[in-house]
């Protein structure tokens, strides 16, 4: 498959020098470091920040809204917030207790879209089951939607006018470009339909002018979807969906899925040994898309601050 330099159309977060990819001596796939793809994205997302402040006399803000203590939750949350510091990026939290109301949340969401130090808001889901997460992110002001979820945003990125764009996707497409896969052309699948990952991964690579299948459960044959794909983006939430055999040689595969096994280890969708065998390239789990989706986020924010600020980021 042709790999072509970084810059090729797709809009991704600006970074600097190529990423290393050589193939190793075994002729496997080259294995996409998405910790250090992250690290230069968050590297510039620092630099922007800090010229954002010193132009506008504040950093770029964000609000991050969690409902009830749920323990994963509670840790992607923190993590968020510590990034934020870490980027030069003001964390404005919002811990609300588990017995909120839908209309306490939309009250907060409200406020938040009026406050001037506030760039961006990210409500953490999933939400307490009696509130319907489509209210509280319709409420989100699309210029402060830095989740990229916004039906707005949404639009705006099916209509090749991406302003806002899904944190997770985004990723996606930012770990390509680092590797120089020119997905203008290719023959993509993406396995998983859902609004926060598989539809708007479907919008991004068409953006970026790829072929594009999308499979769900209604799908007839996922064998022999995955099979003619130049590039495979699995976002199911199960393990051993995707056998390595299914892998067409040289592939593209970009695992999404992060799933913990009986013994407690983190694995994908794909079976990695055996994709890697095959794959050109391939995002293990973790380390692969994972690391992007906090690093688009961080970037989303800076953008909003200067979109907001009247400037292109
Ligand atoms: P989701 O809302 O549960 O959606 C799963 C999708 O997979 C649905 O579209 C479903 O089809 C489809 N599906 C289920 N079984 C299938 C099968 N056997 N064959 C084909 N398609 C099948 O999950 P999600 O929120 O998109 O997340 C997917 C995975 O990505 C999860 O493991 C999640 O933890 C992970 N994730 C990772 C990141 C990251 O930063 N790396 C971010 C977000 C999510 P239907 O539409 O027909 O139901």
Same mark, same amino acid.
Request: proline share 7%; hydrophobic share 45%.
């Given at each position: 498959?042709?790999? %072509? ?15 290393? %990819? ?11 470091? $998405? ?7 968050? *590297?510039? !997302? ?6 954002? /402040? ?6 770029? $803000? ?13 840790? +992607? ?5 510590? =990034?934020? *510091? ?13 017995? %909120? ?28 089951? @009696? ?11 699309? #210029?402060?939607? &830095? ?22 996707? +985004?990723?996606?497409? %930012?770990?390509?470009?680092? +590797?120089?896969? #020119? ?14 990952? $598989?539809?708007?991964? #479907? ?23 995955? /099979? @003619?794909? /130049?590039?495979? !983006? ?21 695992? &999404? ?14 079976? +990695? /040994? =055996? ?13 692969? !898309? ?24």
């Amino acid at each position: 498959m042709k790999a %072509t330099s970084a810059g090729d159309g797709t809009g991704a977060a600006a970074t600097t020098a190529a990423v290393p %990819t050589a193939r190793p001596a075994d002729g496997g796939a080259i294995v996409i470091d $998405g910790k250090a793809v992250a690290a230069k994205v968050r *590297q510039s !997302v620092s630099v922007l920040a800090h010229e954002f /402040e010193g132009r506008f006399g504040r950093p770029p $803000g964000l609000a991050v809204v969690q409902v009830g203590d749920d323990p994963a939750s509670s840790i +992607y949350v923190r993590n968020k917030r510590k =990034s934020c *510091q870490e980027s030069g990026i003001a964390s404005f939290a919002h811990d609300l207790p588990a017995g %909120t109301t839908e209309a306490q949340l939309l009250a907060l969401v409200h406020a938040l879209n009026l406050d001037q130090r506030v760039d961006g808001i990210l409500v953490q889901l999933p939400l307490p089951g @009696r509130m319907d997460p489509n209210r509280v992110i319709d409420a989100i002001d699309p #210029a402060k939607d &830095v989740d990229g979820l916004h039906p707005v945003n949404v639009g705006l990125l099916a209509q090749k006018r991406p302003r806002l764009r899904p944190c997770t996707p +985004y990723g996606v497409i %930012t770990l390509a470009t680092e +590797y120089g896969i #020119a997905l203008r052309g290719l023959r993509a699948t993406v396995v998983g339909a859902s609004n926060i990952v $598989g539809r708007p991964m #479907a919008l991004e690579l068409m953006l970026a002018g790829a072929t594009v299948t999308v499979c769900h459960t209604g799908t007839r044959d996922l064998k022999s979807e995955v /099979e @003619r794909a /130049e590039v495979v !983006v699995a976002a199911v939430g199960k393990p051993g969906t995707i056998p390595g055999e299914w892998i067409r040689p040289g592939a593209a595969v970009f695992d &999404v899925g992060i799933n913990r096994t009986a013994t407690g280890k983190l694995v994908g969708d794909v079976e +990695y /040994e =055996s994709a890697a065998q095959r794959a050109g390239w391939i995002t293990p789990v973790p380390g692969g !898309v994972g690391p992007m989706t906090i690093a688009m986020l961080l970037s989303n924010v800076v953008a909003a601050a200067l979109l907001r600020a009247g400037n292109q980021a």
